[in-house]
C-alpha cells in the first residue's frame, strides 16, 4: 500500500505513473501457470468441442427473438475478448473500446451504405481500420498507464458520439439519424431464416477469432503480454521489446473490437452515434471484469452478463434497473475479483482434485 | 471583439464550474491517487438533496450548508463502505468500482428525484453588475465561492495539524502511522471534503444547465481535464486548469472546431498534457535524494 | 527494577515467510540496547515487529502493557518512536513540516515549542534547512531530521533501525554523540539496531546478536565485546 501511494504521486514527474501497481490480480496468473494434467486437458478438449456443436445446434432449438439475443451476446463477446487482450492480458486499461466499436460499425455500415458493399465484405476493412487506429492510439498510451490510460481513452469514447454527428461526415455518417441497413439475405438456397443465418454468420467469424485469440494468447506473446504486465522492468531486461508488444497489442485488441463493432450493424442493422456512447465503454469493460480479467472463456460469461444482466435487473427493478447493475458490479468485484470464469475453474479445480483424491 | 469577449466571460464562468469539481477530484487523486470516476454523479445527487430542502421551504443558504453537510457525509460513508474493502485490490479492479458507484448514484438518482428538468435557484440577483452584458452575476459569484474554496483548502493544507496530516498520508502512509496518523480516516476525510466540495460545484452549475440525472457528466470531462492540466496533486492549479479549459472550450468551440466537437478539447488537452508535462502545469516537482 | 519492554518468544514474518523464530529479549527503563545483526538477520523486522508493522505472534510488553495486539498508530500512542530504516521522513515537505508531523499527537501546545527549540539546539543544521523540502537535505541531515522528529512525540522509547546506514565516518560519530547526549538528558530508553557493532557497543549498555531470527549472544556490552565470535566476525579485530 505504501508503495503503490508513493509511486502515484512521485511518478507522475518520471512519466510512468503507477507502472509498479499490479494492475491485476496476479492470482489470475498463478491460476493459469498451472499445467493442467494431461487426461484434464483431453477432458477439456472433449468439453470445448461439444459446446462448440451445441451452438450450432442452438439456432434450431430456439425462437427468433432469442436467436438474436444470442447472436448479439457473440458479437460482446468478441468485443470483448479483443480488450481483455489489451486489459487484462496487458494491464492497459482503456475505457475507449467503446469508441473503437463504434468505428468499426460505422465503417461497415458506410461501406454498405454509400459504397452498396456486400456485408459479408465490409468486415474485414472494418476491423483493419480500427487496427491502424488502435496502433496509433497504442502509442501515446504507452507513455500512460493505470489511472492516467483510463482518463485518455475515457475522454476518446466520449469525443466519438460528437465526431459521428458532425456536419462534415453527414454525407456519410447520416448524421444524428444515423444509417438504417438492410438486413442479409440467406445466400445458396439455405432451407434458414434470416436471422438464422445471421447467427452462423457470426458464430463462424467468432470461432475463428477465438481460436486466433487462443493461439496469440497462450502462445510466447501472450506470455509477453503477461510479463509486461506484471513485471515491466524484468520484461525488459529479458529482451521483450515491450513498446511493440504493448502498441501492437491495442492495435489487435481494437481489430478485434472493429470486428465486434461491424457484425453489430450487421445484427442490428443500424447505427447511430447515441449507441456508442461513453456507456458502452463502459459495459465493455464491465463485461471483462465480470467474465474475469486475462481469460479466454470469461469473453463469453460477460457477454452474457452484459446483455442478460440489465433484462433481468429491469425485471427485478423497474424503476432502477441500472442501479441493480451497478450494486452487482461492485459485488463481483469484491466477491469474485478473478470473475466468473475464475470461479468456474476454481469449482473445476475442486471437483477434480475430489475426484483424483 | 466583442464577441471574442462575451466567449472568454462565458469561458471564465464555465471555468469557473470545472475548478470547483476540479479541486474535488484533487482531493481524492491527493491522498490516495485515485481519480473517483462517480466524483460528478455525487455532486449531482448532493444538488438534489438542496433541490429538496429548498423545495420543502428552507432558505438558499441553510440548504446550501446543510447539502455540503448531508455531502461529506455521505463522502466519508461511501469511502468506508464501498472503497476501503477495495484498498488492497489492483487498479483496474478499483476503477470498475468506481464506475459501478457511478452508474449506482446516478440511476438511483433518476429513480428517486424523477427524470424532469428541475429548474434550481441561484443565491445571487439576477441583474447583472453595472448592467453589463458580458457576465452574470451568477456566474460572478460562483467564481468568487470557487475562489474562496481554494483560499480555504490552502490555509487547511498549509497551516492546520488535520490538513497536514493529510498530506502526509497522502505521500507516505507507513510514516505516517508511525506519527500516529489514523490513515485510514484521513482517506474517509478526503473523501468528505472531496464530495461536500463536489456538492458546491452541483450546486452552482444546476442554475446554469438545470438539474437532471447527466447534469455532471460533461462537467467531469472538462474537469478531469482541467484537473489534469492544472497537475492532479495541486488543488489550486486544478482550479487553475478548470479556468483554462472552460475559457479553450468557449474560445475553441466557437472560433476553431465549432461548438458540435467541444468534447474534443478535452480529449486533445487530456493526452497532450498527460503526454508532454504528465505533472501539469503547476504539478509539483517531487525531489528525491537517495 | 522492572523492564521497559520485554519481549517473549516473538516470531515475526511477511506473508508466507517466517523471519524471527522465537525472539526473547529485555530493555529497561533509561537504557540503551543494541540488536546486531549480519544483513538480513532480521533486525528491521523485529523493529517492525514491535510496532505493528508486520505479521507477528509472542509476547510484548510495553510498560507493563500487552502491545502484541496493538496497530501502529496505538503503539505510538504509548510513547514508542520509530525512526526507520531508510529514514521515512516526508520528502515532499519541508523539514519543519516533518516535525510538526512528530507532534502530531501531543496536545500541550507550549511543550511542543519547547521541544522544537530542543531540537534545533540538538541539531542546528535543521534550524538553518527548517523551510528546505526534506527530500532535498543531505543524507546526515535526513537522518538528524528522522530522529528530530521521533524526538517530537517526547517519547519514551525510540526504535533506532541503523542510524549509521550510508553516511560519511564524522557525521556518524556526531548522531552517535548527540544520541549518547539525549539519553543522558531525557531519560528515553533507546532501542539501537546496528551492523556497525564498535559504535553500537560504545552507545549502548546492553547488547543481542542476532543471527536468522534467533538471538545468539546476549548480555551486557562490556561482555558481548569481549566475546570471541563477536570479536571475529562484527568487531573484526
Ligand atoms: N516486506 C518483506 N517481505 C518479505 N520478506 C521480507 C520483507 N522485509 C524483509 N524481508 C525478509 O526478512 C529477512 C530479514 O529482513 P530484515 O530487513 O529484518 O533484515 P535486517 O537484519 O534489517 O537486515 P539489514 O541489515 O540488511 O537491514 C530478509 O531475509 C528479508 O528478505
Ligand atoms: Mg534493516
Redesign the interface.
Known amino acids: 500500500m505504501a508503495e503503490q501511494v508513493k509511486t502515484s504521486t512521485t511518478s507522475t514527474v518520471a512519466g510512468q505513473p503507477l507502472s509498479s501497481v499490479p494492475l491485476v490480480k496476479s492470482a489470475t496468473a498463478q491460476i493459469q501457470a498451472v499445467p493442467l494434467p494431461r487426461r484434464l486437458a483431453g477432458g477439456r478438449a472433449w468439453g470445448i468441442g461439444a459446446i462448440v456443436v451445441i451452438g450450432a445446434l442452438l439456432p434450431f432449438a430456439l425462437q427468433n427473438f432469442y436467436i438474436f439475443q444470442l447472436t448479439l451476446a457473440m458479437v460482446y463477446a468478441i468485443a470483448l475478448i479483443g480488450l481483455n487482450m489489451l486489459v487484462g492480458y496487458n494491464g492497459q486499461v482503456s475505457l475507449g473500446h467503446g469508441a473503437l466499436y463504434a468505428i468499426g460499425a460505422y465503417i461497415a455500415a458506410i461501406l454498405m451504405n454509400s459504397y452498396d458493399w456486400p456485408y459479408w465484405l465490409s468486415v474485414l476493412p472494418a476491423g483493419v481500420v480500427c487496427l491502424v487506429f488502435g496502433y496509433f492510439f497504442g502509442l501515446p498510451a504507452l507513455r500512460l498507464s493505470g489511472h492516467y490510460l483510463a482518463l485518455a481513452s475515457l475522454a476518446l469514447a466520449v469525443t466519438t458520439p460528437q465526431v459521428l454527428k458532425h456536419k462534415a461526415l453527414e454525407q456519410w455518417t447520416g448524421g444524428f439519424s444515423g444509417i438504417v441497413l438492410s438486413k442479409p439475405e440467406v445466400p445458396f438456397g439455405l432451407p434458414i431464416n434470416q436471422d438464422q443465418w445471421i447467427y452462423f454468420f457470426v458464430y463462424a467469424i467468432m470461432l475463428v477469432l477465438f481460436l486466433g485469440a487462443y493461439n496469440l494468447l497462450r502462445g510466447r506473446i501472450g506470455r509477453a503480454m503477461i510479463a509486461i504486465r506484471d513485471q515491466p522492468i524484468a520484461a525488459e531486461a529479458m529482451g521483450i521489446n515491450s513498446a511493440i508488444i504493448k502498441t501492437s497489442t491495442f492495435g489487435v485488441s481494437a481489430f478485434y473490437t472493429g470486428v465486434a463493432g461491424a457484425l453489430s450493424a450487421i445484427v442490428v442493422q443500424f447505427v447511430s452515434p447515441d449507441s456508442y456512447d461513453f456507456f458502452l465503454s463502459i459495459t465493455l469493460l464491465v463485461g471483462i471484469a465480470v467474465g474475469g480479467f486475462a481469460t479466454i472463456s470469461g469473453a463469453i460469461y460477460g457477454a452474457l452478463f452484459i446483455l442478460l444482466v440489465p433484462n433481468f435487473a429491469g425485471e427485478l427493478s423497474k424503476s432502477a434497473p441500472w442501479a441493480i447493475y451497478g450494486v452487482l458490479l461492485i459485488l463481483v468485484m469484491y466477491f469474485l475479483p478473478t470473475g466468473f470464469a475464475g470461479f468456474v475453474r476454481m469449482i473445476g479445480q475442486r471437483l477434480s482434485a475430489m475426484f483424483t483424491r | 471583439m466583442d464577441a471574442l469577449l462575451h466567449q472568454i466571460f462565458s469561458g471564465i464562468a464555465s471555468g469557473g464550474i470545472y475548478a470547483g469539481l476540479a479541486l474535488a477530484l484533487v482531493m481524492i487523486y491527493q491522498s490516495t491517487g485515485h481519480i473517483n470516476f462517480a466524483q460528478g454523479e455525487m455532486a449531482m445527487f448532493s444538488t438534489y438533496i438542496a433541490w429538496e430542502l429548498i423545495d420543502y421551504g428552507t432558505p438558499y443558504w441553510g440548504a446550501f450548508f446543510l447539502t455540503i453537510v448531508f455531502a461529506f457525509a455521505a463522502g466519508v460513508a461511501i469511502e468506508r463502505l464501498v472503497i476501503r474493502p477495495f484498498h488492497n485490490l489492483p487498479v483496474i479492479a478499483l476503477i470498475i468500482v468506481f464506475i459501478g458507484l457511478l452508474v449506482v448514484v446516478n440511476s438511483t438518482a433518476s429513480w428517486i428525484f424523477g427524470t424532469t428538468l428541475k429548474t434550481f435557484p441561484s443565491p445571487f440577483p439576477s441583474e447583472p453588475l453595472w448592467n453589463n452584458h458580458y457576465i452574470s452575476n451568477h456566474e460572478l459569484g460562483s467564481i468568487g465561492v470557487v475562489l474562496i474554496i481554494v483560499a480555504i483548502l490552502f490555509v487547511f493544507f498549509r497551516y492546520t495539524t488535520l490538513g497536514l496530516a493529510m498530506r502526509a498520508v497522502a505521500e507516505n502512509p507507513i510514516s505516517s502511522r508511525l506519527v500516529g496518523i489514523r490513515v485510514s480516516w484521513m482517506l474517509a476525510l478526503g473523501w468528505g471534503l472531496a464530495a461536500a466540495i463536489g456538492a458546491v460545484s452541483g450546486m452552482l452549475v444546476a442554475p446554469i444547465l438545470y438539474l437532471d440525472s447527466s447534469m455532471m457528466g460533461g462537467v467531469l470531462i472538462y474537469s478531469l481535464a482541467g484537473a489534469i492540466l492544472g497537475g492532479l496533486d495541486n488543488p489550486w492549479g486544478a482550479a487553475v486548469g478548470g479556468f483554462i479549459i472552460g475559457i479553450m472550450e468557449n474560445v475553441l468551440g466557437a472560433y476553431v472546431i465549432g461548438t458540435q466537437l467541444k468534447f474534443s478539447v478535452a480529449l486533445i488537452v487530456i493526452v497532450v498534457v498527460l503526454l508532454l508535462r504528465p505533472a501539469g502545469l503547476f504539478g509539483r516537482t517531487v525531489v528525491t535524494r537517495v | 527494577m522492572g523492564a521497559l519492554l520485554s519481549v517473549k518468544n516473538l516470531t515475526a514474518g511477511y506473508g508466507e515467510t517466517v523471519v524471527l523464530h522465537g525472539l526473547n529479549f529485555e530493555l529497561r527503563e533509561g537504557g540503551i540496547t543494541a540488536i546486531l545483526g549480519a544483513n538480513g538477520a532480521g533486525k528491521t523486522t523485529t523493529l517492525r515487529a514491535l510496532?505493528g508493522?508486520c505479521r507477528r505472534r509472542g509476547e510484548i510488553e510495553f510498560d507493563g502493557k500487552r502491545i502484541d495486539n496493538l496497530?501502529?498508530?496505538d503503539v505510538?500512542?504509548l510513547g514508542v518512536?520509530?525512526v526507520?530504516d531508510g529514514r521515512?521522513?516526508?520528502?515532499?515537505?519541508t523539514a519543519e513540516?516533518n516535525l510538526?508531523?512528530?507532534a502530531?499527537?501531543r496536545r500541550d501546545r507550549d511543550g511542543v515549542a519547547q521541544d522544537f527549540e530542543n531540537v534545533y539546539t540538538l541539531f542546528p543544521r535543521l534550524k538553518e534547512r527548517r523551510s528546505q523540502?526534506a527530500?532535498?537535505?543531505?543524507?546526515g541531515e535526513?537522518q538528524m531530521l528522522a530522529i528530530a522528529?521521533a524526538l517530537m512525540?517526547r517519547p519514551r522509547l525510540l526504535l533506532l533501525d541503523e542510524p549509521s546506514f550510508g553516511l560519511a565516518p564524522l557525521i556518524v560519530q556526531e548522531i552517535y554523540r548527540t544520541l549518547r547526549t539525549i539519553n543522558q538528558q531525557t531519560n528515553v530508553s533507546m532501542l539501537l539496531v546496528e551492523q556497525n557493532a564498535t559504535l553500537a557497543l560504545d552507545l549502548a549498555d546492553h547488547a543481542y546478536l542476532v543471527e536468522t531470527g534467533r538471538v545468539v549472544i546476549s548480555g551486557e556490552s562490556e561482555t558481548v565485546k569481549a566475546d570471541e565470535t563477536i570479536r571475529r566476525s562484527y568487531l573484526g579485530y
Open positions: 510496532c508493522l496497530v501502529a498508530e505510538v500512542r518512536a520509530h526507520p521515512g521522513t516526508f520528502a515532499a515537505m513540516e510538526r508531523l512528530g502530531y499527537l523540502q527530500g532535498t537535505l543531505s543524507g535526513q522528529r512525540l
